[in-house]
């Protein structure tokens, strides 16, 4: 995955990574809050040798102090020290407990011993903190004194008493709130990025056709009016969705030109996404370019059309099968060069019906009275209806909803037309959302204020020179 298909994952899951980054912060606020503040105090002791007035003897002597600092500063847990500690503030601690609140820290290359003392109050730290300097000076000094001398071969001074702090030194608010953002980030980064790995939605057109193995022959934007105006081109004339159909009329109509399809199946995967919408649009589009239409109705477990389009539907497809109306009769006038042949009654054995030489006979017979015939057939994967549909139809069309159909479900209804030897045309990825760089579509019209600079005489006038000119689809 490259670093542009990284970013384009965070551009889209920005609130779930925002969600994260804001929920760490509060954590880590919580945390801070909750924690109990603990103040530390240090004394400093300054190590130096007791040696001769001899230059040498004291660089020596000095030599052997800067070596011992780092041994000095690991006895200041030791027992002698700590009950010093207890002893001298009265402390009611455990040697454990005192043991944890003391530390000691000594520079290289310097005759410096730093202790450190913990506490809830940072006066009883600074007091904890001068206690244990001063036991550590007598019990050192107790060490460096050979038997029988009078002087210990190192002196130990206090040179910067510890004093109460103001500042606790945990917790620190600044470093836990910057590890709660950046912990939020990087955990909700990574969980956007194994969303979207994992997510095997469509979500746009060239993941659709390299799932589907199939050329994208259109890809129709969501729109709120889809239910008042099924019918795309009659809802109005600046109408994305409409040019959608008419882009889909186009690209099917070139999509074989040594075998033009004329009876064109339409289906889907599963339920919901869309299919018979397109039918009816794409038999719209090409009723609207001049030719003759007849849209079938050829899903008979669920059928729509007649619905959709405020059509009666006591006679169909299946009572032009059974002789019960001749196909003439049975075709609904919908439009100008736009026939509908419902389904009809609902049978008992909807695939049988479908995959008996009667439909193709009723199909075929269509094509002497129009130019196209557009079948919206039953969802592939529930039911066998759609594929028997599609065998006899000269080519299909495979439509997926955007964000709902998967990957699967595409490989599977792809490899369900195989099995019967159906043609598939292309796929339509239907009801995307329209985005705001308009990437699938855009008005291609003239707007209202360039409009207004012109009267209506200036347009006759124009009219007049130009001469009428019919509109292409």
């Known amino acids: 995955m490259t670093l542009r298909a990284y970013l384009r994952i965070l551009r889209e899951r920005w609130k779930l990574v925002a969600l994260f980054v804001i929920a760490s912060t509060a954590v880590a606020v919580g945390v801070t809050a909750a924690t109990a503040k603990v103040y530390q105090a240090s004394v400093q002791v300054f190590v130096s040798s007791n040696g001769s007035s001899d230059p040498l003897a004291q660089y020596q002597a000095a030599a052997f102090a800067q070596a011992q ?86 002196r130990l001074f206090i040179t910067d008493p510890a004093t109460a702090s103001s500042k606790p030194i945990s917790p620190n608010p600044t470093l836990n709130i910057a590890l709660g953002i950046f912990l939020g980030l990087l955990v909700g980064a990574a969980l956007a990025v194994a969303r979207d790995v994992l997510d095997t939605r469509i979500k746009n057109a060239d993941d659709l056709a390299k799932v589907a193995e199939s050329p994208t022959m259109g890809v129709i934007v969501e729109d709120s009016k889809t239910s008042r105006h099924p019918i795309a081109t009659r809802a109005g004339t600046r109408n994305m969705r409409a040019e959608n159909y008419r882009q889909l009329r186009a690209n099917l109509q070139f999509a074989n030109v040594d075998q033009h399809p004329r009876v064109i ?97 009723v199909i075929r017979s269509l094509l002497d009275k129009v130019d196209y015939v557009v079948c919206d057939t039953a969802p592939l994967l529930p039911v066998a209806d759609g ?57 291609y019209y003239r707007s209202d204020a360039d409009g207004a600079t012109h009267s209506r005489r200036d347009g006759r006038r124009a009219s007049r020179r130009v001469g009428k000119v019919k509109e292409q689809p």
Do not use: W
């Open 69 to 154: 600092v780092q041994t000095y500063a690991q006895i200041v847990g030791s027992p002698d020290i700590l009950h010093a500690v207890q002893k001298d503030l009265d402390l009611p601690l455990s040697d454990q407990q005192l043991k944890s609140k003391l530390s000691a820290t000594a520079p290289l290359s310097q005759s410096l011993v730093d202790i450190h003392a913990t506490d809830a109050s940072p006066a009883e730290a600074a007091a904890i903190a001068n206690s244990a300097g001063r036991a550590f000076i007598n019990v050192v000094e107790g060490y460096a004194t050979s038997s029988g001398a009078k002087d210990p071969s190192v």
């Open 265 to 361: 199946a339409v289906t889907s995967s599963i339920p919901s996404e869309g299919k018979t919408t397109v039918a009816i649009n794409l038999a719209s589009t090409l009723a609207e370019a001049g030719f003759s239409v007849c849209l079938v109705d050829a899903d008979l477990r669920r059928p729509t059309i007649a619905k959709v389009l405020g059509l009666l539907s006591p006679v169909g497809l299946t009572s032009v099968l059974i002789h019960q109306i001749e196909l003439s009769e049975a075709m609904q006038n919908a439009g100008s060069s736009f026939y509908v042949l419902t389904s009809g009654p609902t049978p008992p054995n909807p695939s049988e019906v479908l995959a008996s030489s009667y439909v193709r006979d």
């Open 387 to 443: 594929s028997e549909v599609a065998a006899l139809a000269d080519g299909t069309l495979l439509v997926a909803r955007h964000g709902m159909t998967t990957d699967t479900h595409v490989k599977r209804a792809v490899h369900t037309l195989e099995r019967v030897d159906a043609k598939l045309l292309g796929v339509v990825l239907n009801r995307v959302p329209v985005k705001k760089n308009n990437e699938y579509g855009y008005t």
